[in-house]
Protein backbone atom coordinates (compact mmCIF):
# COMPACT_ATOMS: atom_id res chain seq x y z
CA UNK A 1 0.00 0.00 0.00
CA UNK A 2 1.42 3.11 -1.32
CA UNK A 3 2.09 6.40 1.62
CA UNK A 4 -1.21 8.51 0.69
CA UNK A 5 -3.00 5.08 1.18
CA UNK A 6 -2.07 4.86 4.52
CA UNK A 7 -2.09 8.17 5.17
CA UNK A 8 -6.19 8.29 3.71
CA UNK A 9 -6.76 5.08 5.61
CA UNK A 10 -5.47 6.55 9.34
CA UNK A 11 -7.32 9.55 8.67
CA UNK A 12 -10.41 8.36 8.36
CA UNK A 13 -11.64 8.04 11.92
CA UNK A 14 -11.19 11.79 12.54
CA UNK A 15 -14.08 13.05 9.81
CA UNK A 16 -17.13 13.88 10.33
CA UNK A 17 -20.10 11.97 8.87
CA UNK A 18 -20.38 12.90 5.52
CA UNK A 19 -16.91 15.05 5.35
CA UNK A 20 -15.04 13.91 2.30
CA UNK A 21 -11.23 13.84 2.27
CA UNK A 22 -9.60 15.74 -0.55
CA UNK A 23 -6.43 15.49 -0.17
CA UNK A 24 -3.86 14.23 2.25
CA UNK A 25 -0.52 15.95 2.99
CA UNK A 26 2.48 14.41 4.88
CA UNK A 27 4.29 17.04 6.78
CA UNK A 28 7.28 17.34 9.64
CA UNK A 29 7.98 19.66 12.37
CA UNK A 30 11.73 19.66 12.57
CA UNK A 31 14.00 20.76 10.33
CA UNK A 32 15.67 18.20 8.11
CA UNK A 33 18.72 20.16 8.65
CA UNK A 34 19.02 18.81 12.29
CA UNK A 35 19.11 15.21 11.43
CA UNK A 36 22.21 16.58 9.23
CA UNK A 37 24.08 18.24 11.54
CA UNK A 38 22.88 17.01 15.10
CA UNK A 39 22.37 13.33 13.78
CA UNK A 40 19.09 11.00 12.78
CA UNK A 41 18.76 10.44 17.59
CA UNK A 42 18.59 14.48 17.83
CA UNK A 43 16.45 14.64 14.92
CA UNK A 44 14.36 11.68 16.48
CA UNK A 45 13.78 13.21 19.48
CA UNK A 46 12.68 16.85 18.09
CA UNK A 47 10.89 15.63 15.29
CA UNK A 48 6.93 15.26 14.90
CA UNK A 49 5.18 14.00 11.66
CA UNK A 50 1.98 15.33 10.58
CA UNK A 51 -0.90 15.21 8.15
CA UNK A 52 -2.55 17.34 6.72
CA UNK A 53 -6.51 15.86 6.17
CA UNK A 54 -7.92 17.78 3.56
CA UNK A 55 -11.80 17.56 3.32
CA UNK A 56 -14.74 19.29 1.90
CA UNK A 57 -15.20 21.24 5.01
CA UNK A 58 -11.88 21.90 6.73
CA UNK A 59 -8.26 21.23 7.14
CA UNK A 60 -7.22 18.60 9.90
CA UNK A 61 -3.93 18.58 11.59
CA UNK A 62 -3.19 15.19 12.71
CA UNK A 63 -0.39 14.10 14.74
CA UNK A 64 1.25 11.01 13.53
CA UNK A 65 4.43 10.89 15.95
CA UNK A 66 8.04 10.49 15.43
CA UNK A 67 8.87 7.90 13.73
CA UNK A 68 6.73 7.59 10.61
CA UNK A 69 3.82 10.03 8.96
CA UNK A 70 1.80 6.59 7.95
CA UNK A 71 -0.66 6.68 11.19
CA UNK A 72 -2.53 9.00 12.44
CA UNK A 73 -2.93 9.12 16.17
CA UNK A 74 -4.42 12.02 17.43
CA UNK A 75 -5.91 16.34 16.31
CA UNK A 76 -3.39 18.67 16.79
CA UNK A 77 -5.26 21.29 15.47
CA UNK A 78 -7.99 22.22 12.91
CA UNK A 79 -7.65 24.93 9.99
CA UNK A 80 -10.86 26.58 7.96
CA UNK A 81 -10.46 24.95 4.25
CA UNK A 82 -10.26 28.65 2.98
CA UNK A 83 -6.79 28.65 4.29
CA UNK A 84 -4.48 28.52 1.22
CA UNK A 85 -1.45 25.68 1.82
CA UNK A 86 0.87 27.18 -0.68
CA UNK A 87 2.65 28.39 -3.21
CA UNK A 88 5.08 25.93 -2.16
CA UNK A 89 8.70 25.96 -3.79
CA UNK A 90 11.83 24.62 -3.28
CA UNK A 91 12.42 21.09 -1.75
CA UNK A 92 10.80 21.89 1.45
CA UNK A 93 7.45 24.24 1.95
CA UNK A 94 7.00 25.74 5.41
CA UNK A 95 3.63 26.31 6.26
CA UNK A 96 3.22 27.96 9.53
CA UNK A 97 0.00 26.34 11.89
CA UNK A 98 -0.52 27.22 15.20
CA UNK A 99 2.45 27.69 17.51
CA UNK A 100 4.91 25.51 15.05
CA UNK A 101 6.33 25.10 11.45
CA UNK A 102 5.45 22.32 9.49
CA UNK A 103 7.54 21.69 6.67
CA UNK A 104 6.47 19.94 3.70
CA UNK A 105 8.74 17.92 1.18
CA UNK A 106 8.48 18.57 -2.90
CA UNK A 107 6.40 15.16 -3.32
CA UNK A 108 3.53 16.76 -1.50
CA UNK A 109 3.41 20.31 -3.40
CA UNK A 110 1.44 18.66 -6.43
CA UNK A 111 -1.08 17.54 -3.45
CA UNK A 112 -1.22 21.38 -2.23
CA UNK A 113 -1.46 22.97 -5.34
CA UNK A 114 -4.91 20.73 -5.69
CA UNK A 115 -6.19 21.81 -2.95
CA UNK A 116 -5.56 25.23 -3.44
CA UNK A 117 -6.93 25.19 -6.89
CA UNK A 118 -10.75 24.07 -5.34
CA UNK A 119 -10.16 27.49 -3.54
CA UNK A 120 -9.88 29.37 -6.60
CA UNK A 121 -12.01 27.37 -8.45
CA UNK A 122 -10.27 25.74 -11.15
Do not use: C
Amino acid sequence: MALRDKMRESAQPFLAPGETLTQVIGAQTASQYVAAFAGIFVFLGLNRYRILAVTSQRILVLDAGPASMKKAKSVVTELPRATRLGPANGVWHVLPVANEKLRIHRRFFKDIEAADAVLSGR
